[in-house]
């Protein structure tokens, strides 16, 4: 399970260092793409492959599949660190996360997530008086 937040800096050539404990979780070959809310999603190749499992169950001949396909799949990349540790962050998707240089690298159950910085902070800034509705919505009462 990938846990945890970090922050780096994109450097003038669209790198990005990801820690080392992400790096080890998600190991040498991974997958980049646009994710939901206006960040970046990175997958492991074994959770990647369980993704793209499932979208092939969904029906061609639904249009919200076919968008959805289309804008998931289209971006994606399969990456490698470099000697450093860092990922090369293609333009489409440094555009599409707004990243001009602050960014912060999250870990979400089985994908990491990449943000700017501002993005991030302003996103939990504009849910945490709802997280108590939020959780009530999402767990049982049973669950404690």
């Not at 998600?26 to 206006?38: A, H, Q």
């Not at 639904?62 to 490698?80: M, N, Q």
């Not at 602050?102 to 943000?115: K, M, P, Q, T, Y």
Request: glycine share 4%.
């Amino acid at each position: 399970m990938l846990i945890g937040e970090y922050y780096h800096n994109l450097d003038e050539k669209k790198r990005l260092i990801i820690p080392s404990k992400f790096r080890e979780e998600i190991g040498s070959k991974f997958v980049i793409t646009k994710g939901l809310d206006g960040c970046l999603y990175v997958y492991s190749m074994e959770s990647w492959n369980k993704i793209v499992d499932k979208l092939k169950t969904l029906s061609f001949t639904k249009k919200d599949a076919r968008t959805f396909k289309r804008f998931f799949l289209s971006s994606a990349t399969v990456c490698e660190f470099d000697k450093q540790g860092r990922i090369t962050l293609l333009n489409q998707l440094v555009e599409h996360a707004s990243i001009k240089k602050e960014c912060a690298i999250i870990g979400v159950d089985d994908r990491l997530e990449i943000w700017a910085l501002e993005k991030l902070n302003a996103l939990m800034e504009d849910t945490k008086d709802r997280l108590e509705e939020i959780s009530e919505n999402l767990f049982d009462d049973d669950y404690a």
